[in-house]
């Protein structure tokens, strides 16, 4: 029974991921509320809620996702080249392939001093606002959002620059309970676009 309504959430959730561009903590606890649940129902792992996502991507969007999430990774890649010097790697559902036009773009960003980011940002004459984000750990960490047009999307999309000190890297690569790598470099997120079809995205 646990198990059933463990994936009846993650499917609502799913929807709310694809469909409004909601992270995926706040889109299970939104299926709870939505679905009648009391507060503090047990919530679906991340496994469960991106199986959920694939499925519902492929049911719904097949057609018009790969090319959303391909700009969205050549937009990853831009801001991963403008921030080489700090060791950038990409993480969350456009690395991992869940993402569409309605999800931001996560940068892990490893500093030998923590404010050089953003003193490059500024540097940049790039306009952002500092935040506080979950790490990968579950910690707070201190990252630096901000809007960046996607020429092949035709709108603005989220850029979130995650600041860890350069010790948190080797922790940062551990493969996840999948056996994945969890994020990855510049070289790994261009072999993603060569792996992946030409943009098919109508203007």
Request: hydrophobic share 40%.
């Given at each position: 029974?646990?198990?059933a309504?463990?994936?009846e959430?993650?499917?609502?959730?799913?929807?709310?991921?694809?469909e409004?561009g909601l992270?995926?903590?706040a889109?299970?606890?939104?299926?709870?509320?939505?679905?009648?649940?009391?507060?503090?129902?047990?919530?679906p792992?991340?496994?469960?809620?991106?199986?959920?996502?694939?499925?519902?991507?492929?049911?719904?969007?097949?057609?018009?996702?790969?090319s959303?999430?391909?700009?969205?990774r050549?937009?990853?890649?831009?801001w991963m080249?403008?921030?080489?010097?700090?060791?950038?790697y990409?993480?969350?559902?456009?690395?991992?392939?869940?993402?569409?036009?309605?999800?931001?773009?996560?940068?892990?960003?490893?500093?030998?001093?923590?404010?050089?980011?953003?003193?490059?940002?500024?540097?940049?004459h790039?306009?952002?606002?500092?935040?506080?984000?979950?790490?990968?750990?579950?910690?707070?960490?201190?990252?630096?959002?901000l809007?960046s047009r996607?020429?092949?999307?035709?709108?603005?999309?989220?850029?979130?620059?995650?600041?860890?000190?350069?010790?948190?890297?080797?922790?940062?690569?551990?493969p996840d309970?999948?056996g994945?790598?969890?994020?990855?470099?510049?070289?790994?997120?261009?072999?993603?676009?060569?792996?992946?079809?030409?943009?098919?995205?109508?203007?």
């Amino acid at each position: 029974m646990q198990n059933a309504l463990a994936i009846e959430i993650a499917n609502a959730a799913a929807r709310l991921v694809v469909e409004e561009g909601l992270e995926w903590g706040a889109a299970k606890r939104r299926a709870v509320k939505e679905l009648g649940l009391p507060q503090r129902t047990p919530l679906p792992d991340n496994d469960l809620v991106e199986d959920a996502v694939r499925e519902y991507i492929g049911l719904f969007c097949a057609d018009t996702q790969p090319s959303e999430l391909r700009a969205l990774r050549e937009l990853a890649l831009v801001w991963m080249q403008r921030m080489q010097d700090f060791r950038p790697y990409l993480g969350g559902a456009v690395w991992h392939g869940t993402a569409t036009r309605l999800s931001d773009i996560y940068l892990a960003l490893f500093c030998d001093d923590p404010k050089s980011a953003e003193i490059a940002l500024i540097d940049h004459h790039v306009n952002y606002e500092p935040r506080t984000v979950m790490g990968f750990r579950g910690e707070p960490v201190d990252a630096l959002s901000l809007s960046s047009r996607s020429a092949a999307l035709h709108e603005e999309i989220g850029v979130h620059l995650l600041i860890y000190d350069l010790d948190d890297l080797r922790g940062a690569l551990r493969p996840d309970a999948r056996g994945r790598a969890p994020r990855g470099d510049l070289q790994a997120v261009r072999r993603l676009l060569q792996e992946m079809p030409t943009s098919t995205l109508s203007s």
